[in-house]
């Protein structure tokens, strides 16, 4: 999916936002934001926004000599989906259709977005749960299962923190043993890394790489020699989010898109509404 | 009232906005936007936000060779509040406290502004009536007629299109022989000019006068000598909106400010949440 020119303000608004949020005194933002601006204006266009994104964050990281801004913020989306697994694990087993459950659940994770306009913060998903049940699904969860189960080699592009944890329950009701799990390979906006899955206790049940970029996306150009093995590998791929779904849209392989639709841009390429909750084959 | 980091986002915003509203082929967008991130990356922060968005729009008119790109956007905002005028006269003939509604109606034609994010589209206006007679007005009406009564000079500051006909309806329960209204020089945004003044029937009921300038709110070292005798002159200055507000807050005159709380920047310097109805002398 190439960039459109409404991304353009929602890049500032999003680089504004994370500046604000590692640098109290509003002045000091002045500087940084100025080189943002000047870098959005002067980037290429017509990539996919990750690339934009993954330039901005690149620079705000050097610029504020932040390693990883959302450190605290990932923290705070894992500590708060920890707490919500047994909950969740009761969602699913209560259930007359588990596997939809966890489908729904893994959709619903991806609001944890720190980077989309629309989002939930870590404290509203709780009462966000109760609201996954009842929202119309736009795709078939059993077709996941049934793919699957005929796969040899699953690849999982996981997304943000937080949300791994909702992907942990559905990775769990899929055969584990032919499942590895990517992540990026450095941390970017409040994306999932390693660290991220070991924390979700995902290296336990199923193998897991990064994917040595820095995109919050999947730009395979970018990614590492073991990743694009992997990748290339895979006779399925289950891809979770708005950046993974923006950069490998185009890709000619079969891929399985799981997202919450969460910008106006994405929902007309994708033909759903704002807000939709989406399993595409 | 100082441009606030906040702001520079929404001047981006609003400057996709109007290149959006102005240029079809999202292509051709390209060019003017980047430069305008350029702009703003390069303007002087320390002013008022009128003060770039004077910068912003000038380059928009140039570059685009369109000397007013809002004009189909203010005969629209004159047309339907033109059409709603016996209604408001009704609402006006009809209470019990005439001044308050007809402050009311004044301070809600705010709503009609391209510029903001939190803004009404012409064709909500007549919805929106209803709901202006129930919500809290910060202020005492009545203050505004006293005062009124007793100054020699009046200088009101029109705000935008549309806008100045719930304007004529508050300036004709005032004594308009004292009164000289002011609109901006140029256009800008949807900012009233003397046409909206005169389409508006403001010029059969009190002196009106062009302020020389071409920014969307009233910064005074860029008005012209009648203006700023005028002004001076002026023992009560009404002044309208958003715009006016941010160039005036900081004035040693005494004003009485009739606007709508449109954006969180201004609801923190005024102390009036969003949405506020304010009139604060």
Request: proline share 5%; hydrophobic share 40%; net charge negative.
């Amino acid at each position: 999916m190439k960039t459109q020119y409404e991304c353009i303000p929602c890049f500032v608004r999003q680089a504004s936002e994370v500046l604000a949020m590692i640098i109290e005194d509003e002045k000091s933002r002045e500087r940084p934001m100025r080189r943002l601006l000047v870098e959005i204006a002067s980037s290429e266009w017509n990539g996919t926004p990750p690339a934009i994104a993954q330039q901005l964050h690149r620079m705000i990281r050097e610029m504020t000599d932040n390693k990883d801004p959302y450190s605290s913020v990932k923290n705070e989306m894992n500590r708060i989906a920890a707490e919500l697994m047994p909950r969740m694990r009761e969602m699913i087993k209560d259930s007359d259709n588990p596997h939809e459950v966890a489908v729904r659940l893994a959709i619903a994770g991806n609001l944890l977005d720190s980077g989309a306009k629309t989002q939930i913060s870590a404290e509203e998903l709780p009462q966000h749960l109760n609201r996954i049940l009842a929202q119309k699904l736009h795709g078939d969860a059993e077709s996941l299962f049934q793919e699957a189960e005929h796969a040899d080699n699953i690849l999982y592009l996981a997304d943000n923190a937080g949300e791994i944890y909702l992907d942990r329950l559905l990775i769990e009701m899929l055969p584990t043993q032919k499942i590895t799990v990517a992540v990026r390979g450095k941390p970017v906006l409040n994306d999932a890394t390693m660290e991220d899955a070991e924390q979700a206790g995902i290296t336990e049940i199923a193998r897991v790489i990064g994917n040595g970029s820095d995109a919050p996306g999947t730009i395979l150009e970018d990614t590492s020699p073991e990743f694009k093995s992997c990748f290339e590998q895979a006779d399925m791929v289950i891809s979770k989010g708005q950046g993974n779904y923006e950069t490998l849209s185009d890709c000619r392989k079969r891929i399985c898109f799981l997202l919450t639709v969460k910008c106006p841009v994405l929902a007309r390429n994708i033909g759903e509404s704002l807000g939709s909750m989406v399993l595409k084959i």
